[in-house]
């Protein structure tokens, strides 16, 4: 079956660096995305990999091991409006989005 | 952000009555997509469309249908709304299905089902 595994809840302090994890398992892969959520709102695009590596945007990065089936985002120079849940998704051969449940992350002052 | 709308924001209703969601987009997008979302799972995919007229099941399709009549407009319909119904409904539109082509996603739509 197809999977998508991350962390259900994550807490870090304000103005420091968090790694939010995901492994996942697919029927073939066509890359990996990041989505943003804060609490009653939509889903927002964050970040897409295809292939190995780390790309950066601003104080986000998203990292792919295509090898190893997992990829992680990393939030630098935390905020509190950086306080939200952070969807996982893998586009399957289908070019289907397979989604993690998120990670709800909590920064704390 | 893609012009996505969504109606209405929010609805009650009983069990056994049908129920139509609206969504209405703006950017010409192709692609329309309707998700479930619920605690502890991740977005389920509903039912999506790839043209007027042409739509497809997604991995939670029972119980709901859909129609695309026009580029702009996708309607999901619960038949006959039952209390495993209730949840968060997401629609989502894309340019281009897979690729870095992303989703962009509607207000979403709270459905209750006593």
């Known amino acids: 079956g197809q999977n998508i595994d991350q962390p259900t809840e994550m807490t870090a302090t304000e103005g420091a660096i968090v790694q939010i994890n995901c492994t996942y398992q697919?029927?073939?892969?066509?890359?990996l995305f990041w989505y943003q959520q804060h609490a009653g709102e939509a889903p927002t695009f964050l970040s897409y990999n295809v292939l190995d590596g780390l790309e950066e945007k601003g104080r986000f990065s998203s990292f792919l091991s295509r090898s190893k089936g997992y990829s992680y985002l990393l939030l630098k120079e935390l905020q509190m409006k950086d306080s939200a849940s952070y969807l996982c998704?893998?586009?399957?051969?289908?070019?289907?989005?397979?989604w993690g449940a998120g990670t709800k992350l909590i920064i704390k002052p | 952000d893609a012009g996505i709308t969504q109606s209405p924001r929010h609805k009650v209703t009983e069990t056994g009555t049908p129920v139509t969601l609206r969504c209405h987009q703006t950017e010409n997008h192709r692609y329309m997509y309707w998700y479930r979302q619920d605690p502890g799972h991740g977005l389920r995919l509903i039912h999506y469309?790839?043209?007027?007229?042409?739509?497809d099941k997604g991995e939670v399709s029972d119980g709901y249908s859909v129609s695309r009549s026009k580029t702009e407009d996708f309607l999901l319909t619960l038949e006959s709304a039952t209390s495993s119904q209730t949840s968060v409904y997401f629609c989502?539109?894309?340019?281009?299905?897979?690729?870095?082509?992303?989703?962009?996603f509607g207000p979403g739509t709270r459905l209750l089902v006593l």
């Open positions: 697919t029927s073939g892969f066509n890359g």
């Open positions: 998704a893998a586009l399957d051969s289908n070019y289907q989005l397979i």
């Open positions: 989502a539109s894309s340019y281009v299905s897979g690729g870095p082509e992303t989703q962009y």
């Open positions: 469309s790839y043209g007027v007229k042409d739509t």
